[in-house]
């Protein structure tokens, strides 16, 4: 195998260069960095085209200061005003780079590279946020907000022990409720601390809330939810459920992306829900898949009005290598073909 695009380190560092050979020992080292997979060019992937939201490096530098910010925090119960300012300057990088990307679906798959959960969760978290909001046509302002309430959704954290955080096993009713508090925890902490917009400080008090009711920290019901709460929501939920955790291997995007289908207008605002589905991608392009008719192929567009259907290079008939074609499941002549699953080419 051959690598398809360059491969950072968590600093931003260049770990393999983009058309190096995957011998045993690079594979090995890949896994050792706990990647979740990585693109590889061959003849099916021929003029497979990979963009990110942003630039890894942008991301690297972001999620290098959250944890500064997070650390800070957890330390001396306080965030610098130095701090603060360089995870603005971020945030205002990662819009200005979203702005100009041109992708019409997003392929989510970029953003999940590294095990330093709850830093690069955030980061994810912000920059799913802002798609959405740029979705919206908010405004510039508005953006570095939502970024910034964002990135900090899970601040409150940082008050909740680290034994109750870090458990494996199933929590108690005693222990769920102090995870509850977080949000609480992390809207007065921040109203404290900083000159923070309230509509940011808001989107850290309600992303728990549920649009039926039933959320907390105050059980809000539908337009009470902030909208920085309601769009915070959504992204949060897909990162957490597309990510490895101590306890769970992660969900593949089309099914997490069916559960927030499945629950938009009880736990999800329903129009958010439909602007989310046509923006990040249930099959991020490269993703390998059989279908209901026994063929295989991988993922080569995607449609933001069909997004259960992308476009499909077969290379395979009921395990057969056979010579490649595309086919496009939007196609009226292929309406009958469904994805069955994903198939995991796990590096050996």
């Keep these: 195998m051959v690598l398809g695009n360059n491969l950072l380190g968590k600093n931003g560092e260049l770990v393999l260069a983009h058309d190096v050979t995957l011998t045993t020992d690079f594979i090995h080292r890949i896994k050792q960095l706990n990647y979740n997979g990585i693109y590889v060019e061959d003849a099916i992937s021929r003029d497979l085209e990979i963009a990110s939201i942003i630039d890894d490096r942008v991301k690297a530098k972001t999620v290098s200061c959250i944890k500064d910010v997070?650390?800070?925090?957890e330390k001396t119960n306080t965030i610098t005003k130095q701090k603060f300012t360089e995870m603005q300057n971020q945030i205002e990088t990662i819009i200005d780079e979203i702005l100009n990307n041109k992708s019409t679906m997003i392929n989510m798959i970029d953003l999940k590279v590294f095990d330093d959960y709850t830093y690069f969760h955030s980061v994810n978290v912000a920059v799913l946020s802002i798609v959405l909001g740029v979705s919206m046509g908010l405004?510039?302002?508005?953006?570095?907000?939502?970024?910034?309430?964002?990135?900090?959704?899970?601040?409150?954290?940082?008050?909740?022990?680290?034994?109750?955080?870090?458990?494996?096993?199933?929590?108690?009713?005693?222990e769920f409720g102090a995870i509850k508090k977080h949000s609480q925890y992390g809207y007065d902490y921040i109203?404290?601390?900083?000159?923070?917009?309230h509509s940011a400080r808001l989107g850290i008090l309600d992303h728990h809330e549920k649009y039926e009711g039933g959320g907390y920290p105050n059980s809000s019901i539908g337009d009470e939810i902030s909208l920085f709460g309601r769009i915070i929501s959504i992204a949060d939920v897909y990162d957490a459920m597309t990510s490895d955790r101590s306890y769970r291997k992660a969900i593949i995007p089309s099914e997490v992306i069916e559960y927030i289908m499945g629950n938009s207008e009880t736990i999800f605002d329903p129009e958010l829900v439909d602007i989310f589905i046509k923006k990040i991608a249930p099959y991020p392009t490269g993703t390998c898949v059989e279908l209901s008719n026994g063929l295989t192929g991988i993922v080569i567009e995607n449609y933001e009005n069909y997004c259960m259907r992308p476009k499909i290079r077969i290379y395979k008939d009921k395990k057969k290598d056979i010579e490649m074609y595309d086919i496009n499941l939007a196609d009226k002549d292929f309406l009958n073909v469904t994805i069955t699953k994903v198939v995991d080419l796990s590096l050996t």
């Design 70 to 73: 997070f650390i800070c925090a």
């Design 139 to 174: 405004k510039k302002q508005a953006l570095s907000d939502l970024g910034i309430g964002a990135i900090l959704h899970d601040i409150g954290k940082i008050f909740i022990s680290k034994q109750i955080l870090c458990k494996n096993g199933m929590l108690t009713d005693d």
């Design 191 to 197: 109203k404290k601390e900083f000159n923070m917009s």
